[in-house]
């Protein structure tokens, strides 16, 4: 069995009057392919912003391989290898593809030429390989989303925090980001992906954690999740997907 890679323990997240993440806890092993559902408001990207240092929380800790990084800010967490995508792109569309992914390289070398082997290498893995020249703005929403998974991946993470890469696109898209989501899982990376399309968690989640109003509902495999009847009430009876 895989060790602990990362362990979320009693994390509350409070702004003013409001509880957005409430006693949250779960593991996640070397190697897992996760996904993170609920309604809209549920805290799931909140969590996300807890575990990449953009939010600290309220009580809690936040483990990674053994230590506590619950203070560490986002860039410390980035070079221990938290690499993550945003649910609004993030993508500078005057850059060309290219450029976009050499940001998340220069987090570990600041050598121009090595920064653009390592964007490159990126990018095929994402099949942008050839439209690295393309500036961001002239490439297709789906061909955006993966620039942000491959700008992502070359800061070498090892963990890969996936925020909705699949809101907007087409069901041939979705289908290929899919398989990509798998083809990293199964090179080794350990992701997490915050998802709303109930087939596709179906299709590739070894395990999915459902959040309500901050808190777990339930955890499980696909079928043992999106069978609970509490689930159901929450979250399935409201989606249109």
């Not at 121009?112 to 990018?123: F, H, K, N, S």
Request: aromatic share 4%.
């Amino acid at each position: 069995m895989s060790a602990v890679q990362l362990s979320v323990q009693g994390v509350t997240k409070r702004f003013g009057g409001l509880v957005a993440v409430d006693d949250v806890s779960f593991d996640v092993n070397q190697g897992n392919l996760i996904s993170l559902i609920g309604p809209n408001g549920a805290g799931k990207t909140t969590l996300f912003n807890i575990l990449t240092g953009q939010l600290v929380p309220s009580a809690g800790k936040v483990v990674f391989e053994g230590a506590d990084i619950g203070t560490l800010p986002p860039n410390d967490r980035a070079r221990l290898g938290f690499g993550r995508t945003f649910q609004i792109s993030q993508t500078l569309t005057s850059l060309t593809a290219l450029e976009n992914a050499m940001i998340g390289a220069f987090l570990r070398s600041r050598s121009i030429p090595v920064a653009a082997e390592m964007a490159y290498l990126a990018l095929e893995k994402v099949g942008l390989g050839r439209r690295d020249h393309i500036r961001a703005g002239h490439l297709t929403l789906g061909e955006r989303r993966r620039l942000e998974v491959a700008r992502a991946l070359a800061m070498q993470p090892r963990v890969l925090l996936l925020d909705e890469v699949m809101a907007g696109l087409n069901q041939s898209e979705v289908n290929g980001i899919v398989d990509l989501v798998l083809s990293l899982n199964q090179s080794g990376h350990t992701i997490i992906v915050i998802e709303h399309n109930l087939k596709v968690v179906r299709a590739f989640s070894q395990r999915v954690l459902v959040l309500n109003r901050g808190t777990i509902l339930a955890q499980g495999t696909a079928d043992e999740v999106l069978s609970n009847a509490d689930v159901i009430e929450a979250y399935v009876g409201k989606s249109k997907t």
